[in-house]
């Protein structure tokens, strides 16, 4: 693996306007009543400062390819997925803002796992709104080696689900995976096209995307608890969620928050978070 601590400390700055037409998206998507809110809801900072590369410029996994001009390095492991992140929440975000975002390469962390090569990348993120610090989040990509091919592994075993305090199923269909990478002008190709998902990267199906279940997560913390008004959040994915079958959203009250967690239908947990007000 070629050594990339030059790149720590990289970082660009990018600027957007926090617009209401992709909240009342993503109200719709949460299958909330879709009117106007006044301030961007928590993680509705994902739906801004969104991808812009040139269609040229795009990879056979949908993503823009790495090269020395971008802000990532060129790691050569093909296979990238967003594995976790920790979110503080410092002001509101009004809609109609306008946002700075400065991002800086934190950490780079290369090593070898039980399925080959890893390369972890930390990015941090501060979002100011109008020039007031909004958002300071931490976001841990993982770029891995090429699938062995077409996935062949025998069925996960049922076990006892954890005990919870609210549980919420979701119905994991391509019509939520789409409407999803819409919002966030997603093209990694694991999301949409089954072929390349199954084939080239080795999953079972379409995969779900990993914000999208920390979005669902801290959703579901909110309509069991109305009170709470998120100040940290954090989440680890666990392993991946396919589409076609139903999914558990599980929630456990924790003093002035919460601790989340995804289950698929074997019981499995596939994403553990943690909100707190």
């Not at 993680?43 to 090269?67: C, E, K, N, T, V």
């Not at 699938?147 to 979701?170: F, Q, Y």
Request: with cysteine; proline share 9%.
């Amino acid at each position: 693996m070629d050594d990339y601590s030059a790149w720590i400390g990289r970082s660009e700055t990018r600027h957007d306007i926090a617009t209401a037409a992709p909240l009342v998206g993503l109200a719709a998507l949460l299958d909330h009543d879709a009117a106007p809110p006044a301030t961007v809801p928590p993680l509705g900072h994902w739906l801004y400062f969104l991808p812009d590369a040139r269609q040229s410029a795009i990879g056979a996994d949908g993503h823009p390819r790495r090269d020395e001009t971008g802000l990532l390095p060129p790691v050569p492991l093909p296979r990238r997925m967003w594995a976790g992140g920790r979110v503080e929440f410092l002001a509101p975000i009004a809609v109609g803002a306008v946002l700075t975002r400065v991002t800086t390469i934190a950490a780079i962390r290369a090593k070898r796992g039980a399925s080959g090569d890893l390369v972890f990348i930390t990015l941090q993120h501060d979002i100011a709104a109008d020039g007031i610090p909004a958002i300071r989040e931490e976001q841990d990509l993982v770029y891995r080696a090429p699938a062995a091919g077409p996935t062949t592994a025998n069925p996960v075993k049922p076990v006892e689900p954890e005990p919870a305090d609210a549980v919420h199923r979701v119905t994991a269909d391509p019509v939520l995976l789409f409407r999803y990478s819409a919002l966030t002008f997603n093209a990694h190709r694991i999301h949409y096209d089954r072929d390349y998902a199954r084939d080239v990267e080795g999953y079972a199906g379409l995969v779900v995307h990993g914000p999208l279940i920390a979005t669902l997560l801290i959703d579901h913390a909110r309509r069991e608890m109305p009170g709470l008004t998120p100040r940290h959040f954090s989440f680890r994915a666990e392993a991946p969620l396919i589409d076609g079958v139903p999914f558990d959203l599980c929630l456990s009250r924790d003093g002035s928050g919460a601790r989340l967690w995804a289950r698929d239908a074997t019981g499995r947990t596939t994403m553990r978070a943690d909100v707190q007000g």
